[in-house]
């Protein structure tokens, strides 16, 4: 008995002497390390998506660059904008589409209820947001008509801790009612143009190379799957041209590439990002891509071995 209490005691120490050495280390790097992500977190920044810059680097700059034009509210009296807290106060809501999100609650303790007067109302649509830093630094506005409702609650997510308020731009009115809107006014970038045209660029699936080049006239909003295959074009490599799930985003297998005017296209949802996501930034699923603006974009674009809906 004294013999195994002679060798229990010194087991023990070396464990507790173990024990400090390696959890410590881990336990003072891992909070170093989130120490560190707060203090080299970077400003919230939309560069691709500005009415005036073409730059498509992800990289946000050190400070908000000048704001954009953003929508211009005059060319409806339907449209408005407001200045509001990052927690407006509003319960949002779509359709079944899940896109052209809308005002379906107010908190009537919220912001949006109480400062307003009664100007935003259930039922308008949400088109634009732009994050407003504390100091007052107005970034580039975030186009949001036609975006689906995760998007929208992404961009609330992740804007910057230094945004204390959104300037808000809505529509008075149905989802119906502003899409004709976008197709027949200059209220968005380059829809100072009754139409726009889409170039596409149609390769061979085995080759990939270039056999044909057409370019299709259409109007600003248009959903790119259904411009496409409405003039005859096919955008299912495989079998899925005939098995397809009818542009309802469930089979992910219309891809393309968008290789020219991105910018003029709604931001990808976390849906489609997940789907697409060990493809390249421009490929997009065209069943959920709507088109504001020119743009040239290739059929049968070279996706990876792995991508599962393939």
């Known amino acids: 008995m004294v013999i195994q209490l002679w060798l229990f005691y010194p087991t023990l120490a070396v464990l507790l002497v173990i024990q400090f050495i390696v959890w410590n280390p881990i336990q003072a790097f891992t909070i170093t390390s989130i120490s560190k992500l707060q203090l080299t977190r970077k400003p919230f920044h939309v560069s691709n998506l500005s009415n005036n810059n073409n730059n498509d680097s992800n990289d946000p700059p050190e400070s908000p660059s000048p704001p ?17 807290p990052r927690a407006p106060g509003i319960e949002w809501g779509t359709d079944l589409s899940f896109t052209f999100v809308y005002v379906r609650d107010l908190d009537p303790a919220g ?7 009664g100007l935003v109302q259930k039922g308008h649509q949400l088109c634009e947001i732009t994050p407003v830093s504390m100091n007052g630094n107005v970034y580039t506005p975030i186009p949001l008509i036609g975006t689906s409702f995760d998007t929208v609650m992404n961009t609330f997510a992740t804007l910057d801790k230094n945004v204390f308020e959104v300037d808000m731009v809505f529509f008075r009115g149905t989802q119906k009612e502003l899409k004709a809107l976008c197709s027949s006014s200059s209220s968005t970038k380059n829809s100072n143009k009754d139409t726009i045209s889409i170039t596409v660029i149609q390769r061979n699936k085995t080759t990939n190379e270039m056999e044909n080049l057409r370019t299709i ?50 931001r990808k949802s976390m849906d489609e990002s997940s789907t697409l996501r060990e493809n390249q930034d421009t490929y997009r699923l065209s069943c959920v891509t709507f088109v504001y603006g020119d743009v040239t974009i290739e059929t049968f674009p070279p996706v990876k071995p792995t991508q599962w809906t393939r």
């Open 111 to 117: 912001p949006a209820a109480t400062t307003l007067s």
């Open 217 to 266: 006239t259409t109007t600003p909003g248009a959903n790119l799957r259904q411009v496409l295959t409405d003039h005859g074009i096919n955008v299912y490599q495989s079998v899925t041209r005939w098995t397809n799930c009818k542009g309802k985003q469930l089979c992910g297998t219309c891809i393309v590439n968008v290789t020219e005017g991105g910018i003029y296209t709604n």
């Open 68 to 84: 954009a034009l953003g929508i211009d509210i005059s060319v409806d009296p339907r449209l408005y904008k407001v200045r509001l």
